[in-house]
């Protein structure tokens, strides 16, 4: 399993943060693949890389550059990490294996949420999966967020049309019933805040 945490040059420094907050809060994490433009200017640690979609982008670029990544990876799982993402507590990397087991072993599953941060503006329903765990409903809008979960790469795939910026591609409504997307209600195996909200300085990231 590899977390994907695609950048750019104007939010690289944000990724260093990152492996600091890694290290202190997700020790044990998977292999991390930072996906940007400029190599970076600070040393990576162990499980720690570094692919270059393009050398300049802008955002309306976002999709296009991950079409032509996704081209060539062939992992048929993978957690996305978004750069503005800090955690603020110990993340329980062991439920997280439970979702990827349980993602792996059942064929319906295509997404799985793995903190509660859209349970507020999505429709769900209980499940027979988890008991921290509930279905979001087809109707529900957000989706296909970017907000952290381990998605099936065939889905995110489907999803990623070309000429798309981040915002976009969050806002796409993607309903179809034979995709079934997870989310936890409760007992979050991570926790996090942003460092920005609404384009400002998130103070409070001060103290994570």
């Given amino acids: 399993m590899k977390i994907l945490l695609p950048t750019c040059d104007k939010y690289q420094f944000l990724v260093e943060n990152?492996?600091?907050?890694?290290?202190?809060?997700?020790?044990?994490?998977?292999?991390?693949?930072?996906?940007?433009?400029?190599?970076?200017?600070?040393?990576l640690p162990n499980k720690w890389s570094f692919i270059q979609l393009a050398e300049k982008s802008s955002p309306k670029d976002w999709s296009n550059?991950?079409?032509?990544?996704?081209?060539?990876?062939?992992?048929?799982?993978?957690?996305n990490f978004i750069d503005d993402t800090f955690l603020t507590k110990r993340v329980n990397h062991e439920k997280i294996c439970e979702m990827i087991n349980?993602?792996?072993?059942?064929?319906?599953?295509?997404?799985?949420?793995?903190?509660?941060s859209l349970i507020g503006f999505n429709q769900f329903e209980d499940t027979s999966y988890d008991a921290s765990v509930v279905k979001i409903l087809p109707s529900s809008p957000y989706r296909t967020s970017i907000q952290t979960a381990i998605w099936r790469t065939s889905f995110f795939k489907e999803c990623l049309l070309p000429n798309l910026d981040p915002w976009q591609f969050e806002l796409q409504n993607n309903h179809d019933p034979n995709h079934v997307i997870l989310s936890f209600k409760n007992n979050f195996p991570l926790s996090f805040c942003h460092f920005f909200q609404s384009y400002a300085y998130n103070h409070k990231t001060q103290a994570v």
């Fill in 102 to 116: 349980l993602i792996k072993n059942t064929d319906k599953i295509s997404k799985i949420f793995l903190s509660g």
């Fill in 18 to 43: 990152i492996i600091f907050n890694f290290s202190k809060y997700w020790p044990e994490h998977f292999d991390v693949v930072i996906l940007g433009h400029s190599e970076p200017k600070f040393s």
């Fill in 65 to 79: 550059e991950l079409i032509s990544f996704f081209d060539n990876f062939n992992d048929e799982f993978f957690i």
